[in-house]
C-alpha cells in the first residue's frame, strides 16, 4: 500500500483495500507459476496518442481496468469517469498494482463468470419459447 501514488490509494480503498503482495505478477519461474498481464480491476496509468487528442488535453489517464476488448478498453477514472479509450489511440500502459489474483486464480471472477452464463443460457430458452413457431413465415410449403 505504501508503494501507491496517493491518486490511487482511494480506488485501492474502495475495492476494499486488498493484500497487494498475494496478487503480484510473477514473471519469472516454472511457467505453470507465472502470472502476469492486465486483470480486471488493475489500477493503471494509460499515455495516449497526443495526435488523437485536442490541444492542451492531457495525455495520461489513471484510474482503475474495469475491462479490455479487442479494440477498447474500459476505465474508471479518478474523477470517477466511465470511459472506453480505442486501443489504436494508447501508446503505453503502466500497471500500477493488482487487486485481484490472475484470472485463473481467481474464484470469485469464475464464480461469477459461471453464474452469468447459465443466466444468460436461462434467458435464451425463455425467449426461444415464447418466440417458437413465430417465426415460420420464411419456410415453404
Same mark, same amino acid.
Given at each position: 500500500?505504501?508503494?501507491?501514488?496517493?491518486?490511487?490509494?482511494?480506488?485501492?480503498?474502495?475495492?476494499?483495500?486488498?493484500?497487494?503482495?498475494?496478487?503480484? #505478477?510473477?514473471?519469472?519461474?516454472?511457467?505453470? *507459476?507465472?502470472?502476469?498481464? /492486465?486483470?480486471?480491476?488493475? !489500477? %493503471?496509468? $494509460?499515455? &495516449?496518442?497526443?495526435?488523437?487528442?485536442?490541444?492542451?488535453?492531457?495525455?495520461?489517464?489513471?484510474?482503475?481496468?474495469?475491462?479490455?476488448?479487442?479494440? #477498447?478498453?474500459?476505465?474508471?477514472?479518478?474523477? *470517477?469517469?466511465?470511459?472506453? /479509450?480505442?486501443?489504436?489511440? !494508447? %501508446?503505453? $500502459?503502466? &500497471?500500477?498494482?493488482?487487486?485481484?489474483?490472475?484470472?485463473?486464480?481467481?474464484?470469485?471472477?469464475?464464480?461469477?463468470?459461471?453464474?452469468?452464463?447459465?443466466?444468460?443460457?436461462?434467458?435464451?430458452?425463455?425467449?426461444?419459447?415464447?418466440?417458437?413457431?413465430?417465426?415460420?413465415?420464411?419456410?415453404?410449403?
Amino acid at each position: 500500500m505504501s508503494d501507491l501514488p496517493d491518486w490511487a490509494k482511494s480506488m485501492w480503498e474502495e475495492l476494499g483495500s486488498p493484500e497487494l503482495s498475494e496478487v503480484e #505478477s510473477v514473471h519469472t519461474g516454472d511457467l505453470m *507459476g507465472r502470472r502476469h498481464g /492486465l486483470r480486471k480491476d488493475d !489500477i %493503471v496509468e $494509460i499515455q &495516449l496518442d497526443a495526435r488523437s487528442l485536442r490541444e492542451g488535453d492531457e495525455t495520461w489517464v489513471k484510474g482503475r481496468l474495469l475491462s479490455s476488448g479487442k479494440s #477498447s478498453i474500459e476505465l474508471l477514472t479518478i474523477e *470517477g469517469e466511465h470511459i472506453y /479509450l480505442a486501443r489504436e489511440v !494508447i %501508446v503505453r $500502459i503502466v &500497471l500500477i498494482a493488482h487487486t485481484r489474483p490472475a484470472y485463473i486464480d481467481d474464484k470469485e471472477l469464475l464464480e461469477f463468470e459461471r453464474a452469468d452464463q447459465k443466466r444468460r443460457s436461462n434467458l435464451h430458452e425463455r425467449v426461444e419459447k415464447k418466440t417458437k413457431g413465430n417465426d415460420d413465415s420464411h419456410l415453404w410449403g
